[in-house]
């Protein structure tokens, strides 16, 4: 394995009696696209928090660059790149202004300024707004803005927040398309979404539910998770022209574990041994065994887990 | 040293930027002071003058008409309307037509000339305890000043009081008011307007950010207090400017050390406000907390009361106040001419004020930032 630039080891982090991260480690390793995953609430945030040094975890440490979290907060900033959903743009400011202004935070001056502000002007495309305000930007080209800020700097690590959350799928293309030229140059990406497709895309996947991690793999390794495909289970495609109609059917059936739709299919978690039977109650469908979603496989870790806290 | 303020020129850079790109809320917050100046300035006269007084004067004699016209001549009293009864002239007082009420009794000019003490009745409305307080001692003097001049029989007086007011000669309310108003409408506008900048960033996420660069603390409250620093100062001369050329109030003192002397001030508020907005989530909670300052700094800062008289309790609240540092160096020198020998106490108090509020600021603001 190359590099690690990454590394959360048993972050551990407590707000009073709120535990908001629970003992969580993982590594990234150098030039990769790490995604992470999880429903609002559930510590996505609050780990960026702690690994770019702005809380200190109640146990445990991590990583950056190979500096200490816990020690070397003020120079891990000058080497990561941030942006959330909320873009940390001066909507007041013009896109130059902008970008001079977070060039200035990050410490460039004179010409290295001037130069990769240049760069980042291409890489974004954002050259033709340059004097316009920030806030008269679409959304998609606020984005492409706030992109160009976080990496002004050239950082090695760039942590991205909820990136598309209420993105036009042209500007998320975009995006996808910088981030995966940009990791192909060696810079290493942190990120978290709400959306599965985006996850897919991912080279690896975090999964953090109720403040644990409790999967990570490549998207492949997670879809052949033991946890997601129980013994004596199969992962069934039911294509049907009113899948609506008979899904409380099918999931009343004997042998259901879980059934949800899929476009215009039903995608179930059967019993085996119970699937003959199901073929026969459903004449008019066609049945058949499938590879579990990335989707399908949070959903079966997450009921596991709302199981056993039962 | 470059580390702890890392940051400073960017964020001070951007936030004349702000300044530059929101004109409306510049002239507002510079025109508002001055106009309050104009205000105040012109409408706080604490000098009683012409009490407007009923009169009753059952006596009708020519000593009774000398007695009124030296209360007439003192300028406290301002003989308005005539009574014909007592109820009359109780009723004048009850609703407000008149403050003060003299009855000359029917048997006035006897007694005088029978040598038995004439008694004349003064009623005062004591709702406010300045006009009640200078009415009665007025009073009491033209009755002091009418009886000696019939006891003695040359009319020269054995002993007289030539009062001579100090740097204000002609007492007036502007030159003791306009130089305290300074310091109140300087502190309103300046932790306003710095503690709506910082929690402006909040609301709109781009402090979140700032928290994931290399800024530090220190950089970016001090980055943030120098435009607004210059604003305020800026904001000062034009005040004394108008306060000289408006309101005619003499600066005895050196000009240059007053503005001096206001920058520590000046760091005080900064700071002030930098601590509010590490507390506000909001623009409107930091407008409240921001407003609930100006009362302590009016009533306790010796700008209307004088400190000397409060309770020892209030006496101490007002050692904290910063206010009250700024008004003594402000009435020095514009007042009584005084040099920094006189006030380099309150300059330093201030000057360490400054430094604690922006250090409790910063410290505020990294553990908050955290979250």
Same mark, same amino acid.
């Given at each position: 394995?190359?590099?690690?630039?990454?590394?959360?080891?048993?972050?551990?982090?407590?707000?009073?009696?709120?535990?908001?991260?629970?003992?969580?480690?993982?590594?990234?390793?150098?030039?990769e696209i790490f995604g992470f995953?999880?429903?609002?609430?559930?510590?996505?945030?609050?780990?960026?928090?702690?690994?770019?040094?702005?809380?200190?975890?109640?146990?445990?440490?991590?990583?950056?660059?190979?500096?200490?979290?816990?020690?070397?907060?003020?120079?891990?900033?000058?080497?990561?790149?941030?942006?959330?959903?909320?873009?940390?743009?001066?909507?007041?400011?013009?896109?130059?202004?902008?970008?001079?202004?977070?060039?200035?935070?990050?410490?460039?001056?004179?010409?290295?300024?001037?130069?990769?502000?240049?760069?980042?002007?291409?890489?974004?495309?954002?050259?033709?707004?340059?004097?316009?305000?920030?806030?008269?930007?679409?959304?998609?080209?606020?984005?492409?803005?706030?992109?160009?800020?976080?990496?002004?700097?050239?950082?090695?690590?760039?942590?991205?927040?909820?990136?598309?959350?209420?993105?036009?799928?042209?500007?998320?293309?975009?995006?996808?398309?910088?981030?995966?030229?940009?990791?192909?140059?060696?810079?290493?990406f942190?990120v978290?979404t709400?959306?599965?497709?985006e996850a897919e895309r991912c080279g690896r996947v975090?999964?953090?539910?109720?403040?644990?991690?409790?999967?990570?793999?490549?998207v492949?390794?997670?879809?052949?998770?033991?946890?997601?495909?129980?013994?004596?289970?199969?992962?069934?495609?039911?294509?049907?022209?009113?899948?609506?109609?008979?899904?409380?059917?099918?999931?009343?059936?004997?042998?259901?574990?879980?059934?949800?739709?899929?476009?215009?299919?039903?995608?179930?978690?059967?019993?085996?041994?119970?699937?003959?039977?199901?073929?026969?109650?459903?004449?008019?469908?066609?049945?058949?065994?499938?590879?579990?979603?990335?989707?399908?496989?949070?959903?079966?870790?997450?009921?596991?887990?709302?199981?056993?806290?039962? | 040293?470059?580390?702890?303020?890392?940051?400073?020129?960017?964020?001070?850079?951007?936030?004349?930027?702000?300044?530059?790109? *929101?004109?409306?809320?510049?002239?507002?917050?510079?025109?508002?002071?001055?106009?309050?100046?104009?205000?105040?300035?012109?409408?706080?006269?604490?000098?009683?003058?012409?009490?407007?007084?009923?009169?009753?004067?059952?006596?009708?004699?020519?000593?009774?008409?000398?007695?009124?016209?030296?209360?007439?001549?003192?300028?406290?009293?301002?003989?308005?309307?005539?009574?014909?009864?007592?109820?009359?002239?109780?009723?004048?007082?009850?609703?407000?037509?008149?403050?003060?009420?003299?009855?000359?009794?029917?048997?006035?000019?006897?007694?005088?000339?029978?040598?038995?003490?004439?008694?004349?009745?003064?009623?005062? *409305?004591?709702?406010?305890?300045?006009?009640?307080?200078?009415?009665?001692?007025?009073?009491?003097?033209?009755?002091?000043?009418?009886?000696?001049?019939?006891?003695?029989?040359?009319?020269?007086?054995?002993?007289?009081?030539?009062?001579?007011?100090?740097?204000?000669?002609?007492?007036?309310?502007?030159?003791?008011?306009?130089?305290?108003?300074?310091?109140?409408?300087?502190?309103?506008?300046? !932790?306003?307007?710095?503690?709506?900048?910082?929690?402006?960033?909040?609301?709109?996420?781009?402090?979140?950010?700032?928290?994931?660069?290399?800024?530090?603390?220190?950089?970016?409250?001090?980055?943030?207090?120098?435009?607004?620093?210059?604003?305020?100062?800026?904001?000062?001369?034009?005040?004394?400017?108008?306060?000289?050329?408006?309101?005619?109030?003499?600066?005895?003192?050196?000009?240059?050390?007053?503005?001096?002397?206001?920058?520590?001030?000046?760091?005080?508020?900064?700071?002030?406000?930098?601590?509010?907005?590490?507390?506000?989530?909001?623009?409107?909670?930091?407008?409240?907390?921001?407003?609930?300052?100006?009362?302590?700094?009016?009533?306790?800062?010796?700008?209307?009361?004088?400190?000397?008289?409060?309770?020892?309790?209030?006496?101490?609240?007002?050692?904290?106040?910063?206010?009250?540092?700024?008004?003594?160096?402000?009435?020095?020198? !514009?007042?009584?001419?005084?040099?920094?020998?006189?006030?380099?106490?309150?300059?330093?108090?201030?000057?360490?004020?400054?430094?604690?509020?922006?250090?409790?600021?910063?410290?505020?603001?990294?553990?908050?930032?955290?979250?």
């Amino acid at each position: 394995m190359s590099e690690t630039i990454i590394a959360a080891d048993h972050l551990t982090i407590r707000f009073g009696p709120v535990t908001a991260v629970n003992d969580v480690s993982f590594e990234v390793a150098k030039g990769e696209i790490f995604g992470f995953l999880g429903p609002n609430g559930s510590g996505k945030t609050t780990i960026i928090k702690a690994l770019c040094g702005l809380l200190t975890p109640s146990e445990g440490t991590g990583r950056i660059l190979g500096m200490d979290i816990r020690k070397d907060a003020a120079e891990i900033r000058r080497h990561v790149g941030y942006m959330s959903q909320k873009f940390g743009l001066y909507e007041d400011l013009t896109v130059a202004e902008n970008l001079a202004f977070y060039a200035g935070v990050y410490g460039l001056e004179g010409e290295r300024a001037a130069e990769r502000t240049r760069d980042v002007q291409k890489l974004r495309g954002i050259a033709p707004y340059m004097k316009r305000r920030a806030g008269q930007l679409s959304g998609g080209w606020k984005q492409r803005l706030a992109l160009a800020c976080a990496i002004i700097h050239s950082p090695e690590v760039v942590f991205l927040d909820e990136p598309t959350a209420g993105i036009d799928p042209v500007a998320r293309r975009a995006l996808w398309d910088l981030l995966f030229q940009l990791s192909g140059q060696g810079v290493t990406f942190f990120v978290t979404t709400h959306y599965m497709d985006e996850a897919e895309r991912c080279g690896r996947v975090g999964y953090i539910y109720l403040s644990k991690l409790i999967a990570i793999g490549t998207v492949a390794e997670l879809q052949r998770l033991p946890e997601a495909n129980p013994a004596g289970t199969s992962r069934i495609q039911i294509d049907t022209p009113n899948p609506a109609q008979i899904l409380d059917t099918v999931r009343a059936m004997a042998g259901v574990r879980e059934a949800t739709i899929f476009g215009r299919s039903i995608h179930a978690l059967v019993d085996t041994d119970q699937l003959e039977a199901l073929r026969a109650k459903l004449p008019g469908a066609r049945v058949e065994t499938i590879e579990p979603s990335l989707e399908d496989v949070f959903v079966t870790l997450t009921y596991q887990i709302m199981g056993a806290a039962k | 040293m470059r580390r702890l303020f890392r940051g400073l020129v960017p964020i001070c850079r951007k936030e004349f930027l702000h300044i530059v790109r *929101d004109p409306g809320t510049l002239f507002f917050a510079l025109l508002i002071p001055i106009l309050q100046l104009f205000l105040f300035g012109f409408a706080v006269d604490t000098n009683v003058r012409q009490i407007p007084t009923v009169v009753l004067d059952e006596s009708q004699t020519q000593e009774s008409r000398r007695l009124l016209e030296s209360f007439a001549g003192s300028d406290v009293f301002k003989l308005s309307s005539y009574a014909t009864s007592p109820e009359g002239m109780y009723e004048a007082i009850r609703s407000g037509k008149a403050r003060a009420g003299i009855q000359i009794p029917f048997d006035y000019a006897r007694r005088l000339q029978d040598g038995t003490t004439a008694t004349v009745l003064v009623l005062v *409305d004591g709702s406010d305890s300045s006009v009640a307080g200078q009415a009665i001692s007025t009073a009491t003097g033209v009755a002091l000043q009418s009886s000696l001049v019939r006891v003695l029989p040359d009319g020269t007086m054995p002993i007289e009081v030539r009062p001579s007011v100090l740097y204000n000669p002609a007492t007036r309310s502007a030159n003791f008011f306009v130089p305290g108003l300074i310091a109140i409408l300087l502190q309103v506008m300046t !932790i306003l307007l710095i503690a709506l900048s910082l929690v402006r960033e909040r609301e709109r996420g781009t402090l979140e950010q700032l928290t994931m660069t290399p800024v530090a603390p220190l950089g970016l409250m001090v980055g943030k207090m120098i435009p607004y620093g210059v604003l305020a100062f800026g904001e000062l001369c034009a005040i004394l400017v108008v306060m000289r050329v408006v309101f005619l109030v003499p600066i005895h003192g050196n000009v240059l050390l007053l503005l001096a002397l206001s920058v520590p001030f000046l760091l005080t508020v900064l700071g002030i406000g930098l601590v509010i907005s590490t507390k506000a989530q909001t623009q409107a909670e930091a407008f409240q907390l921001s407003m609930g300052t100006i009362l302590p700094s009016v009533f306790l800062s010796g700008y209307i009361f004088l400190i000397e008289n409060m309770p020892l309790f209030f006496r101490g609240i007002s050692q904290v106040i910063p206010a009250t540092y700024y008004i003594q160096i402000l009435r020095g020198i !514009i007042l009584r001419g005084a040099g920094i020998g006189e006030l380099w106490v309150q300059a330093l108090v201030l000057t360490l004020m400054g430094c604690a509020a922006i250090l409790v600021a910063a410290r505020m603001f990294v553990r908050q930032g955290a979250r």
